[in-house]
């Protein structure tokens, strides 16, 4: 768990309690962590099938762009928890790419 809480800058698991509802740019709703998660397997299927490293540039892009602009956001407690679910599915597949490309440590960091 401390593994993803890092890799999406938490510093521990009530963080998520503590961005509840908080003012943000744009409000989120369950729709968009549908969308993570069928980024996350479809993202998942091209590393599959291609090679973990085909894709992590756009997975990279995509948590750092789109998902951080949501995880800043504003949502209820049970949508923040479903979105940080969500959001260390990616982070975890993103880890996973890197190491099968040979890139042990590297996460977030595209090439």
Known sequence: MAVGLAGLGLP???????????????G????EV????????NLGDAASELGGGH???????YLTLDVKRWLDG???????????AAASE?????GWMARDEGN???IIYSS
Request: charged share 25%; net charge positive.
């Open 90 to 94: 990616l982070v975890h597949l993103i």
């Open 74 to 84: 504003r949502y209820s407690d049970r949508t923040g928890r479903e979105l940080f």
């Open 12 to 26: 521990d698991a009530e963080a998520v309690t503590r961005r509840v509802n908080r003012p943000g740019a744009v």
């Open 104 to 106: 042990q440590g590297l």
């Open 34 to 41: 549908g969308a993570v998660r069928t980024m996350t397997a």
């Open 28 to 31: 989120v709703g369950m729709g």
């Open 55 to 61: 894709a992590r540039h756009l997975a990279v892009r």
